[in-house]
């Protein structure tokens, strides 16, 4: 049997009390379904700097490296916000996507029947909603250089952020969206500004023509980021996979996301590029914070962080079986009425982080 090494990262605030809920999943598919993982656990972020003075050790990051997967919680909280800016939580984050070269970020906007009634959309617009956001995450406008801010002597000063996009930055992020659209329905919609940016028209040109060397099979459409925008809260049904650059990436996602509730269930992959075995160093986290303001209370909801572990199933490890069967009882879960307060409705039970998460498991 292929081992299956995962490396936990639980973070700082509510990322342990997540985690929690996932180990007990991973502990019952090696038990029952025989899925042989292996698991080994690290510090990031805050925990990691009392421990250690930095974000993230050198140890820890050499797990990582070595791992098929990193299953990561959250990090952050108030503790930390006078720690020194480069050993900052968020540096801990910041160092495994840069090493581990993570530069596809997957946004999926899912819209379970049961939370259509607490989307900011009508429930007819996003019922049944189910989109992927694919964000460049190394490139562009946030790591471009020139970056900075310049005095210009007059009692002016000049702020400077370059954005910057290499053919094969585009063309490898075209590839992955390509390729994750043909596991899904087959359409990709590509968003860049064109008509105000050099690097957008090379954006256009490469996904134009690396969809016409390997994906022809594929339906792509370009639309302006901007109108891209629009249309996702105007009609976004009618998108399956997007692809766009980091910084639009960065907006449109967090747009989608507020499409479908609470920042409890939004789950997120950053996937590298294959080895020679095909297999993609990656990352899997929740899109939520660490929640000081809930943490070590009990009533985090794990479901971002249990979508997370199902995103890992099916994109490091190609179970795809057991990746739909989670996501199901996660709907199943929801349908029956049982919610952390985040997702709370009237009728429903409120419930904590572990009854959450038993009962996902027991409905897997
Ligand atoms: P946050 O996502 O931690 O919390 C925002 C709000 O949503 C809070 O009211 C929180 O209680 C609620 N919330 C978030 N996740 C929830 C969950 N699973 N269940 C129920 N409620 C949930 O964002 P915030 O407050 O801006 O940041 C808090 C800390 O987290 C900061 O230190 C920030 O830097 C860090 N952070 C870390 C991230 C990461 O680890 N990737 C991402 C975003 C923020
Ligand atoms: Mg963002």
């Known amino acids: 049997m292929t081992a299956r090494n995962l490396l936990l990262l639980p973070g700082d605030g509510i990322g342990p009390e997540a985690m929690a809920e996932v180990r007990k999943i991973i502990a019952y598919m090696n038990a029952e379904l025989g899925a042989g993982f292996t698991t080994d656990e690290g510090l990031v972020g805050g925990s990691a700097y009392d421990a250690h003075g930095a974000a993230i050790s050198e140890g820890d990051m050499e797990k990582a490296l070595a791992a098929d997967a990193v299953l990561f ?3 952050g909280g108030p503790k930390w916000d006078d720690v020194p800016y480069e050993v900052r939580p968020e540096a801990g984050l910041l160092r495994l996507r840069k090493d581990l070269q993570l530069f596809a970020n997957l946004r999926p906007a899912i819209c ?14 996003v019922e049944g909603l189910d989109i992927l956001i694919v964000r460049e995450l190394t490139g562009g406008v946030y790591f471009g250089e020139p970056k900075e801010i310049i005095d210009l002597g007059n009692g002016q000063k000049r702020g400077i952020d370059t954005q910057v996009y290499d053919t094969y930055e585009i063309e490898r992020i075209a590839g992955v969206a390509f390729e994750l659209a043909r596991t899904r329905n087959n359409r990709v919609c590509s968003m860049e500004k064109r008509n105000v940016m050099k690097s957008g028209v090379l954006w256009n040109q490469v996904v134009t023509e690396t969809h016409k060397r390997a994906y022809s099979d594929v339906k792509l459409e370009h639309m302006l980021a901007d109108a891209g925008g629009m249309q996702l809260v105007r009609a976004p049904k009618q998108f399956d996979v997007i692809v766009t650059d980091n910084l639009f990436g960065d907006m449109l996602s967090d747009v989608a996301a507020m499409l479908t509730g609470s920042l409890g269930m939004l789950p997120s992959a950053s996937l ?10 990656a990352l899997y986290e929740p899109v939520h914070g660490s929640a000081p303001d809930i943490a070590g209370k009990g009533i985090a909801n794990p479901i971002a962080m249990i979508a997370s572990f199902a995103m890992c199933l099916r994109y490091s490890f190609n179970m795809i079986a057991e990746a739909d069967n989670l996501e199901k009882a996660i709907a199943e879960v929801l349908d029956s009425g049982v919610r952390t307060g985040d997702i709370m409705a009237e009728g429903c039970r409120q419930v904590g982080t572990v009854e959450m998460g038993d009962a996902i498991l027991a409905a897997f």
């Open 73 to 75: 919680g959250a990090v």
């Open 272 to 281: 590298g590029a294959p080895d020679i075995k095909g297999r993609r160093k």
């Open 112 to 125: 379970y029947p049961a939370l259509a009634n607490a989307s900011s959309l009508k429930p007819e617009l």
